[in-house]
């Protein structure tokens, strides 16, 4: 059975907000016990990554519209793995999506989503989305993309744990729109 990238993203985010250390929940209970306010704080990720969407701003119905997405490491380490995914708009009925080489990108209906490796600080990496739309189409076309930085433990991919895995950073999406033409 195939799972998709954003959901595995999802599931990421959600281990990680879930699976929280001993000394965390500790801490929180002496929070509590002095009757001082608790809030949920998450430490910043080691390497933020800043996306940038470029698409264009109107099209035509029956043809393309292609999506460059550009992520750049904005930290001061860099990442151990680098996410880009999101949905297409409901327009369209064929998705390509192509990443550079040693990229792991996949497209499943309208989820679209790319596994990157290690990204250094300051330098970026380009992920492009061709959609097709129907001929039908007509209105906006609303995509959302977003990006996440993955740090993978010291043992390495053997003890990566799927479901406590810490990206760091809730995916914050970037939309985009696209005003159809006819």
């Known amino acids: 059975m195939r799972r998709p990238l954003t959901a595995l993203a999802a599931i990421t985010v959600a281990g990680g907000m879930l699976l929280v250390p001993q000394t965390a929940n500790a801490q929180t209970f002496q929070h509590r016990a002095a009757n001082a306010p608790v809030t949920a704080q998450q430490a910043p990720p080691l390497s933020p990554l800043k ?7 109107r099209a035509y119905a029956g043809r ?7 992520t750049k490491n904005v930290g001061d380490w860099y990442t151990d793995i ?3 995914g999101g949905y297409v708009p409901k327009q369209a009925y064929k998705v390509r999506i192509t990443g ?12 679209v989503g790319c596994l990157l490796d290690r990204l250094n600080p300051g330098r970026t990496a380009t992920v492009k989305v061709k959609v097709w739309l129907r001929g039908s189409a007509q209105g906006t076309a609303a995509a959302e993309f ?9 043992g390495g ?4 744990d799927i479901h406590g895995l810490d990206t760091g950073v809730d995916l914050k999406y970037v939309k ?3 005003r159809i033409l006819r």
């Open 157 to 160: 991919l053997d003890t990566l």
């Open 64 to 70: 393309t519209i292609t999506y460059t997405l550009k």
């Open 51 to 57: 996306l940038t969407a470029y698409y264009p701003r």
């Open 82 to 84: 680098a996410y880009i």
């Open 100 to 111: 550079p080489s040693g990229s792991y990108c996949e497209a499943d209906g309208r989820e």
């Open 176 to 178: 985009v729109r696209t």
């Open 146 to 154: 977003a990006t996440a930085s993955i740090d993978v433990p010291a």
